[in-house]
């Protein structure tokens, strides 16, 4: 933890102090892992292959942010989603003309527990950036989970018959994000539904209950086509340009996003 904090504080001090302090966001990506054991052999997983979060944050980079990619392990990196998932690339280095290595700080997690110390920890440093600073939530957090104090310490016995477990849910972390740990920060959340039919009553209920800036609100199976960027400026459908192969939805949802931000920003310096 004290390496990880030493070398987010140095990241941000470069970023905040560099062209008149550029903008920090912090993109989260890939799911989170729910252990059912302390010393953990099983767990619960949440879909998401880290291609939203890897793609955005090219496109972040590409507009100039420093970007914090807080990542679950294994999932889509930026700059290599089309590449095999293969250790031997990160025996590669970036050369120094590309710039990026200064952009983007790459931090894992597995289990829900890492991903909400890592993101308070990520929060209260950004806390000074204020206004130049973003959160985009689009990891997949899990909802349920077994709290550690009642899990059981060793490998559950599976000799005796069907399993009962009991799940709490997990708090609701983005409240005290807004509210406590990142006021000042620009933030956006997802909401991720199976059913069309309620996914834009379940996006519009988050973005009152949580106060966040956007709610981006992307359907299951046409995530990678189109999303629905709600606000409370009303509703955008943002779409991945068809005529174009190489085009992604991330291309049109971050310029929309980072236009926000802008607005954002000028709003908090009046
Ligand atoms: C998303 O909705 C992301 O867009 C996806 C991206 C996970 C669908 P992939 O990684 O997919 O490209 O395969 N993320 C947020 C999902 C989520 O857990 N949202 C919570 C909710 O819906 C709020 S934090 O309740």
């Known amino acids: 933890m004290e390496e990880i904090l030493e070398n987010l504080n140095e990241f941000i001090k470069l970023n905040s102090s560099s062209q008149g302090g ?13 252990p059912l054991e302390q010393r953990c052999v099983r ?28 990542y679950r392990r294994g999932t889509c990196q930026p700059y290599c989603r089309s590449l095999p998932d293969d250790p031997f690339l990160e025996c590669f280095e970036f050369s120094d003309k590309t710039n990026i290595q ?11 527990y890492e991903y909400l110390q890592m993101l308070r920890l990520i929060a209260e ?13 689009a990891a997949a957090v899990s909802d349920f ?19 009962d477990i009991r799940l709490a849910q997990v708090p609701k972390m983005l409240s005290v994000l807004r509210s406590n740990w990142a ?13 069309s039919k309620i996914l834009m009553e379940k996006a519009t209920k988050a973005l009152r209950k949580y106060k966040v800036h956007a709610v981006v609100a992307n359907e299951l199976s046409t995530r990678k086509e ?9 509703n955008v459908v943002v779409r991945r340009e068809c005529d174009k192969p190489e085009s ?14 802008s607005t954002y920003i000028k709003e908090s310096h009046n």
Do not use: Q
């Open 125 to 137: 440093a950004l806390k000074d950036v204020g206004p130049c600073s973003m959160f985009y939530l």
């Open 22 to 34: 550029r903008r920090i966001v912090c993109v989260t990506s890939g799911g989170t892992t729910v």
């Open 248 to 261: 992604f939805v991330e291309d049109n949802l971050i310029r929309l996003i980072v236009d926000r931000h």
């Open 183 to 195: 006021p000042k920060a620009f933030c956006i959340s997802f909401k991720l539904e199976t059913d």
């Open 102 to 112: 200064g952009s983007l700080l790459k931090l894992p997690f597995s289990t829900i």
């Open 43 to 70: 767990y619960i997983d949440n879909f998401s292959s880290g291609n939203r979060g890897a793609a955005s944050t090219e496109n972040f980079v590409k507009a100039g942010y420093a970007v914090i990619f807080l």
């Open 145 to 163: 989970y077994v709290p550690w104090k009642s899990m059981t310490e060793h490998k559950i016995e599976s000799g005796s018959g069907p399993l």
């Open 226 to 234: 189109e999303v629905v960027v709600v606000s409370s400026s009303g």
